[in-house]
């Protein structure tokens, strides 16, 4: 994220390739709390890591400029990324994502920190502008010393 960030300065971020493609994603500090939410509750199989909220590329684009007050950029062409990426993997990871909801975390009732792009790049803002003001590495620590007593 702090990548797409510096692109804003420069008014060099746009979409990728349609911008219409689903764009999963999670803040940090919920993969942290859900990590721990797993480790107290009763919850068996595979679990997906992102957030409650179903957005397109062009969708995160947008949040970020928003937030940021800074201008889209142009957009990055399909043929472009596949360059960059090689095919399969620009395919897999940027231009055709699929739509992936926390289902079994949401059956269980966690709660995330971030549902929403915007409130997530505004964490993300402030926590740029203030390093200070979180520690990920305290939240890890709770984790693991959680996981050590189950």
Known sequence: MASFLRMTVLNQLGDVGSGTQPFPW???SDVIRSIEYLLTEDIHGPVNFVAP?????????????????????????PLLVEM???????LSLM???PKVLPKKLLDHGFDFKAPEIRSAVKLIVDEVSNPESIDYSALLEKVIAKRKNT
């Open 53 to 77: 909220q179903i957005i397109t590329n062009s969708e995160l684009t947008q949040a970020i400029v928003d937030v940021t007050l800074s201008k889209k950029g142009p957009s990055l062409p």
């Open 84 to 90: 960059i990426m090689g095919k399969e993997r620009a």
């Open 26 to 28: 999670i803040h940090i």
């Open 95 to 97: 231009l055709d994502s």
